[in-house]
């Protein structure tokens, strides 16, 4: 079963607003990372925070993490068609040395030109 | 730099049949994890290495297996074929140590099973 979940599963904006994605998960974490998939293709990595983190920025986006809510937001701020694809969380919940990445079913973003 | 790098881009095979897959991580990166992504759901873990050992495996059959080369690339081998195997497999390579690091995805294998 995957630990994550997305919120919303899709979302669709116009160019210029922000758009908030959220990350929930179950169990504790190492770490948190978001990615970017287009249309089936490879991730891209966005931004990783780690457990005694609170915020990151990276540019547009913006990262939030709340451990004791167990959830995570991403915020992409002034939109561009340019980020149409998906927005997975990955949980790292490995333990003994392994890195292992439980994602969730990832929230579609729709940008509007 | 090079980012990861993976090989075949796709593969058509047929059920009972066996596939390699090939990766090559980030130069420097010691760590290399195998992925499966099926249509309309996120990545699932299937192995990681590191330093040619497994460090992890998920919840896949003995059909699944992987290994480590000296210079970090990576094989998984998918044996007897299913049509539920039918995916995009994900490589993601990482610094391995101190654990916990970023991981980079290449671009995956879109393996069909027919």
């Known amino acids: 079963s995957q630990q994550g979940e997305e919120d919303p599963q899709a979302l669709s904006i116009q160019e210029g607003e922000n758009a908030t994605m959220n990350c929930s998960y179950k169990?504790?974490?190492?770490?948190l990372q978001w990615y970017r998939q287009n249309s089936g293709r490879g991730l891209v990595h966005l931004i990783l925070?780690?457990?005694?983190?609170r915020e990151k920025h990276s540019g547009r986006l913006r990262v939030t993490l709340d451990t004791s809510k167990k959830s995570s937001s991403l915020l992409i701020t002034a939109s561009r068609a340019a980020d149409t694809a998906s927005y997975f969380c990955?949980?790292?919940?490995?333990?003994?040395?392994?890195?292992?990445?439980?994602f969730g079913k990832g929230t579609k973003l729709t940008v509007n030109p | 730099d090079a980012g990861v790098t993976q090989s075949p881009t796709h593969l058509i095979k047929t059920r009972g049949q066996q596939v390699t897959l090939r990766c090559s991580p980030i130069?420097?990166?010691?760590?290399v994890s195998w992925y499966q992504q099926v249509l309309g759901q996120g990545p699932q873990f299937i192995f990681q290495?590191?330093?040619?050992?497994?460090?992890g495996r998920g919840n896949f059959p003995d059909r699944f297996s992987a290994r480590q080369f000296p210079n970090y690339s990576s094989e998984l081998n998918v044996n007897a074929l299913l049509l539920g195997d039918s995916a995009l497999y994900l490589c993601?390579?990482?610094?391995?140590?101190?654990?916990?690091?970023?991981?980079?995805f290449g671009p995956g294998t879109r393996l069909t099973v027919l």
């Open positions: 993601a390579s990482s610094l391995g140590l101190p654990r916990g690091q970023e991981q980079f």
């Open positions: 169990t504790s974490i190492n770490n």
């Open positions: 925070i780690r457990s005694n983190e």
């Open positions: 990955a949980t790292d919940v490995g333990g003994g040395g392994s890195e292992k990445l439980v």
């Open positions: 130069s420097g990166h010691k760590s």
């Open positions: 290495y590191y330093e040619k050992e497994e460090r």
